[in-house]
């Protein structure tokens, strides 16, 4: 026979154990409706009863809704585990006062139901003219970068660079959206071209807050600007390991030393990667562009002699290939300076650039996506096309004056590897290998991978490791 449930009884027992959360499983709240009977009135609102299913509503917002109470109650909640299978969305949560708004989880307390302790909430009027600290934009910064970039907090220093910390030319549209939703002032693509350290960049927001005029990026005037800062990194706590070779890397038309920022990582502790940053991009924004190949080449020589302190090479893509082979030549000649060897990609050998039309045509907005691979995204910003295409005409002078300073027939003194994509429309396989013409047969390598002109980004890891192979023997 079926006995009596002390129901109240047992309920009461458990309260007085300290027991404040009941979930009943199951659409129905026979049980849950019957609690509160048996709760002194002076305990009443702090015990909750909660239906895990519901007859009438959407199971799944009566999940959501007794993981709120759960959550509220003080319970840890795996979110990420609980949402693993569905897709997520990114949504704005309001951080300051004046955009509060009821979410139903509120940090500040409860009381009576409403949110009586939580800041006054500001007219859009007083919103619009807040005014923010620099705290506060640095506070919403590391925010962002951690939870949105997936930045390492370590990495994030008042002068690390933006590309440096996942704002580059891809995430700038995006990062620009944020802004403008967080705090209501607009930056431009062309603010971020000029790679502002994170305290500039908050500077900077922070003078768009009060109507200031956009603050300028300060560049270096001085010559150590022809060295991106990225390859000034810090050794590791403790290594003894000493650079034993120095690698030089010239970036590709309309690019920037960016081009080679993950590449320091890739390579052992022997090797120091130098990629070299051309004034008119990125934090030389603001520094005048050159438009002749044989002025860049002569200005870079006489700057190389100053940094280069251990056996060297030279790596450069597409411009940053003819740039690498001239310097190579012109460091022998002026310095007596002995290159160890030059790897290009993507550039064509002398012998086929009387038959390369590409070059020759007139850049616009429209047609800049033919010289150079632009995100889709930025395909889209008049900010940035307009800004790109300066930089890429300069470059493109720099390019048609190159053929000048090549001879056909020269032969190079130093050995010369030679990369190419598979698919590269601009410099395709056999205009790369056409190098060897100007090498002794035993001084020549070529090398093709899978991918267009932009090869270089898909295949780092290979490339680096063909690298690291190639000077095994000098290093």
């Not at 891809?170 to 967080?182: A, N, T």
């Not at 607009?186 to 003078?207: C, K």
């Not at 993507?346 to 020759?360: C, E, L, V």
């Not at 030679?418 to 060897?436: F, M, N, R, Y």
């Amino acid at each position: 026979t079926r006995k009596p449930v002390f129901y109240d009884l047992a309920i009461k027992e458990i309260i007085e154990d300290g027991v404040e959360t009941f979930v009943e499983i199951g659409p129905h709240n026979t049980l849950t409706a019957m609690g509160p009977m048996n709760v002194a009135a002076d305990r009443q609102a702090k015990v909750a009863w909660k239906n895990a299913l519901s007859n009438s509503d959407d199971n799944w917002k009566s999940i959501l809704s007794l993981l709120k109470v759960l959550f509220e109650k003080g319970f840890s909640v795996d979110w990420r585990e609980f949402d693993k299978d569905f897709h997520r969305q990114k949504c704005a949560i309001p951080t300051y006062a004046f955009d509060f708004v009821d979410l139903g989880l509120h940090p500040y307390g409860r009381s009576s139901g409403a949110v009586a302790d939580a800041p006054p909430q500001k007219s859009s009027k007083e919103a619009e003219k807040s005014v923010f600290s620099i705290s506060e934009i640095e506070a919403w910064m590391r925010n962002y970068l951690v939870a949105g970039l997936g930045a390492e907090p370590n990495s994030i220093s008042a002068q690390a660079r933006a590309f440096d910390l996942g704002i580059d030319s891809v995430k700038s549209v995006e990062f620009i959206l944020e802004v403008e939703g967080q705090f209501g002032v607009r930056l431009e693509v062309t603010d971020l071209m000029s790679n502002p350290t994170f305290t500039t960049l908050t500077e900077l927001i922070l003078g768009r807050t009060k109507d200031v005029p956009a603050l300028k990026s300060k560049v270096q005037s001085d010559q150590s600007a022809w060295i991106s800062n990225r390859a000034n990194k810090e050794p590791t706590a403790g290594s003894a390991v000493k650079k034993a070779h120095q690698l030089f890397c010239f970036h590709h038309l309309g690019g920037g030393a960016s081009l080679f920022q993950k590449w320091p990582q890739l390579f052992d502790q022997r090797y120091e990667v130098i990629p070299i940053q051309l004034p008119g991009r990125e934090e030389r924004f603001s520094d005048s562009a050159y438009n002749d190949f044989s002025t860049l080449a002569e200005d870079l020589s006489e700057f190389l002699p100053e940094v280069i302190e251990q056996p060297f090479s030279f790596y450069g893509h597409s411009m940053g290939g003819g740039l690498a082979i001239a310097l190579a030549k012109l460091l022998k000649q002026k310095h007596g300076l002995q290159c160890e060897h030059v790897f290009i990609s993507g550039i064509r050998g002398p012998s086929q650039w009387a038959k390369d039309t590409h070059w020759n045509n007139v850049i616009t907005e429209k047609n800049i996506s033919d010289f150079i691979e632009i995100p889709e995204k930025l395909k889209k910003s008049e900010d940035f096309l307009k800004a790109i295409v300066e930089r890429v005409q300069s470059d493109l002078r720099v390019v048609r004056s190159m053929s000048q300073y090549f001879d056909p027939t020269e032969k190079l003194s130093f050995p010369l590897t030679a990369l190419a994509g598979s698919e590269d429309p601009i410099a395709p396989v056999e205009t790369v290998k056409a190098w060897s013409e100007n090498c002794a047969n035993d001084s020549f390598q070529f090398h093709a991978f899978k991918g267009g002109h932009m090869f270089i980004n898909s295949s780092a890891d290979e490339i680096v490791n063909l690298i690291q192979k190639t000077l095994s023997k000098r290093v």
